[in-house]
């Protein structure tokens, strides 16, 4: 991925967090996000997660989130499947407070299928919302 790619693919997320974390009333916490350019780099809860298109380290105690982007993983996807991520890790920051207070780090699978029934709901409530409007 040549500079402009990657700073193109850069705006196009803070395109899709500006849009959702509106939307997700998200706007009171500080969500962070980072850009890691190369897959090696890349580490999910310090491990190394050269696969994963992003993640989430959220503390809601402190109302902070940081979500990391691995974008040549996240570039392969298409522009929906892009926009999806955005929503995954967005809600990860809405429901990382019904985590154990023992597993604050780490993966939930619970939390996993959370945040992926709602990153899809909401995305069909606003595909659906601008179908109606269209009638």
């Not at 193109?8 to 890691?36: F, N, P, Q």
């Not at 310090?46 to 992003?54: E, F, I, S, V």
Request: charge should be negative; glycine fraction near 4%; proline fraction near 3%.
């Amino acid at each position: 991925m040549n500079d402009a790619e990657y700073e193109a693919l850069k705006a196009k997320i803070k395109g899709h967090m500006d849009y959702w974390t509106v939307r997700l009333g998200l706007r009171w916490w500080r969500v962070v996000s980072e850009y890691v350019r190369d897959s090696g780099d890349m580490k999910t809860d310090g491990n190394r997660a050269p696969d994963t298109a992003a993640n989430c380290a959220a503390d809601w105690r402190y109302m902070h989130a940081t979500i990391k982007f691995n974008m040549p993983v996240y570039a392969e996807s298409d522009a929906d499947e892009q926009e999806y991520i955005v929503v995954h890790e967005l809600c990860h920051v809405l429901v990382n407070e019904t985590r154990d207070p023992e597993e604050l780090k780490g993966f939930t699978p619970h939390e996993e299928r959370v945040a992926t029934t709602l990153a899809k709901a909401f995305i069909w409530t606003r595909d659906m919302t601008r179908d109606e409007a269209k009638l």
